[in-house]
């Protein structure tokens, strides 16, 4: 019986220090994952989209957008009659069919002029198409 004990005692020790060297490498190698707003899925995107928007406030830059809400659904762009610059980045922000595709009345769109962000939602969106800019001051 003691010869017994004695060949078990080794091999328990071994196993338990490979153990404890293994859960050490691990936690020397191992990275936390850092998902940003594109590796959600969509159900996680589309609430956090609706948070992001929630939070953003008039004449922030496009970049400042896509750095804090991560690639829009559809980016549409053209040169307005008075020549500002607007560009229009749309971002699913709610579901309206469960076909698996996003379509445009399944996001918020928000209206950039010149770089910057001047409105948000569909509304506003028509809004701001819809009136003439005023005349720019010289």
């Not at 990275?31 to 995107?45: A, I, N, T, V, Y």
């Not at 829009?72 to 560009?87: I, K, R, S, W």
């Amino acid at each position: 019986m003691r010869r017994t004990r004695s060949r078990i005692f080794p091999v328990v020790i071994g196993a338990v220090a490979a153990y404890l060297i293994f859960i050490v490498v691990t936690i020397m190698l191992w990275e936390p994952s850092e998902k940003g707003p594109d590796d959600l899925d969509w159900d996680d995107r589309e609430k956090y989209n609706l948070q992001q928007i929630a939070k953003l406030t008039p004449g922030i830059s496009v970049d400042e957008v896509i750095a804090q809400l991560g690639s829009p659904n559809f980016n549409e762009a053209y040169t307005h009659n008075d020549g500002d610059m607007v560009q229009i980045l749309r971002y699913r922000t709610h579901r309206t069919k469960g076909d698996g595709q996003t379509t445009t009345d399944e996001t918020t769109p928000l209206l950039f002029r010149n770089g910057v962000l001047s409105s948000w939602g569909e509304a506003a969106l028509q809004r701001a198409l819809l009136v003439p800019t005023p005349a720019k001051l010289p």
